[in-house]
């Protein structure tokens, strides 16, 4: 098979490892992840590449994106079916499985997530790891927006934020790369912020099915004519007719 993969750059080194492994033909283009900050940007932008691959040769075009804040909702199927993973977020590739995601959630509500190619590819937007699971996202995203990176950092730290959003630093080791100045930086904040430090091992097997067309169960699959929508259950994601209301 010939496969377009439309991915955000928090998971370029997971795509491109599991590109190389695949027995399929996968052509990368990546999304800076501060794009997140501004789902209807996102959600046009990604229609836009699905479009342009109508006529290219490829088989299907593959998502390597979760919900993301609805940036993905009403996402429309071209000429080929477009496969996108059952998941809210990014965190649930990283970790591997709706379950895991779960079991986290239940564990730590309130965690602050790191990842070596999230870390490597700040683009000074502030967008946050897997922000749905961040209860003190969209207060820092918004100081962000106001003041800076750093003026957003320092006023959190000031106002007690942190301690009150978030308990625990979260690092998420997938195996890829060297993530030790990462590791570092999370047990640093965890200290400092008053958190609890975990190294949290990560699973490429959402990443490789995507990209080995393994597409039972964990993904949804849009034929053409169809568009993406919530669900708000266990599944995450739907299809609907592309004209259609439901």
Not at 22 to 33: A, C, G, M, Q, W
Request: with cysteine; aromatic share 10%; hydrophobic share 40%.
């Amino acid at each position: 098979m010939h496969l377009k993969c439309l991915a955000c750059d928090v998971l370029a080194r997971p795509i491109y490892l599991c590109a190389a492994q695949s027995p399929h033909i996968v052509d990368i283009e990546l999304f800076k992840r501060g794009l997140h900050n501004t789902p209807k940007i996102l959600r046009a932008t990604l229609q836009e590449r699905i479009d342009a691959a109508a006529g290219q040769g490829y088989d299907a075009v593959v998502m390597a994106y979760g919900l993301c804040g609805q940036a993905t909702a009403g996402l429309r199927a071209a000429d080929v079916p477009v496969i996108v993973p059952r998941a809210h977020d990014c965190i649930t590739i990283f970790l591997g499985s709706r379950e895991r995601y779960g079991q986290e959630f239940e564990r730590y509500p309130g965690t602050y997530w790191y990842a070596l190619d999230y870390m490597e590819r700040d683009d000074g937007s502030g967008a946050s790891l897997g922000a749905s699971m961040d209860t003190g996202a969209s207060v820092y995203e918004e100081y962000v927006e106001k003041y800076g990176v750093e003026n957003a950092d320092y006023l959190m730290e000031v106002m007690g934020a942190w301690q009150s959003h978030y308990q625990r630093a979260a690092f998420v080791d997938m195996g890829i790369g060297d993530g030790g100045r990462i590791e570092r930086k999370a047990r640093d904040d965890a200290d400092r912020r008053g958190w609890v430090f975990e190294r949290v091992a990560g699973d490429l097997v959402l990443v490789r099915r995507l990209l080995n067309a393994d597409w039972q169960d964990d993904f949804l699959v849009l034929q053409p004519g169809e568009s993406l929508k919530m669900t708000h259950d266990a599944e995450v994601i739907g299809c609907v007719l592309a004209d259609s209301t439901a």
